[in-house]
């Protein structure tokens, strides 16, 4: 998962609608909790933002440089500053549309979010494509596409409710209940198809696919 770490409201809410159709999962926060989100999220690459904080992201930067090697990392920075950081320097081109771009392409190319997720028995592909379960066609909403797309992303590993609300509805407007319609919705279709159960509920624990179509 891509932790975006940015004190600019408008540019997480833009990240938000440009990551997900792009199958990048995202945990976003402002800067001064990223360092919590690291330690406590399974993180494979971060986005820092030092617009209007420099000083601090560079702060941030290395100390998650020093707890964390090998994390791919990019530093969002003023057009006139001058950055030194251990991370990959994207400079800010003062539009929020081509800087998501950017964003998107350190995503896909740096962290490798650009893969479809597939197995013999279950695709998803995260560029548009017919999903297929068991060779059949398998439609799916949006949502319910973000859903398994991140339990996949995730398997075989359970992964609790919060963060599903978190990385499938980070607009923060669905509840849980919200997640319990889509994966009950999922699990109808795949019975009708020949495969139940395929996202399994694990009490007090979370989600995760079914083993067999892994």
Not at 17 to 31: D, E, K, M, N, S
């Amino acid at each position: 998962m891509i932790l975006f770490a940015s004190d600019r409201q408008e540019l997480r809410r833009l990240s938000v609608v440009r990551f997900l159709p792009r199958g990048v999962f995202a945990y976003t926060c402002p800067l001064e909790n990223a360092r919590f989100l690291c330690e406590k999220k399974d993180v494979s690459g971060a986005i820092l933002d030092g617009v209007p904080h420099m000083s601090a992201a560079e702060a941030l930067v290395r100390d998650l440089r020093a707890a964390y090697p090998e994390l791919p990392m990019a530093l969002i920075a003023p057009p006139e500053t001058v950055a030194e950081a251990a991370a990959e320097i994207i400079r800010d081109p003062r539009d929020p549309q081509a800087l998501i771009d950017r964003l998107l392409q350190f995503a896909e190319e740096r962290v490798g979010w650009r893969q479809s997720f597939s197995t013999f028995a279950l695709s998803l592909p995260t560029a548009g494509g017919e999903a297929r379960l068991l060779g059949y066609p398998f439609p799916l909403s949006p949502r319910e596409s973000a859903v398994l797309r991140c339990l996949f992303a995730f398997a075989p590993r359970v992964v609790p409710r919060d963060d599903l609300l978190s990385l499938c509805f980070p607009e923060g407007t669905q509840r849980a209940a919200n997640l319990s319609v889509q994966i009950s919705r999922i699990n109808r279709r795949a019975a009708e198809i020949g495969m139940p159960d395929l996202i399994v509920s694990e009490y007090g624990r979370g989600y995760r696919l079914n083993r067999a179509v892994i």
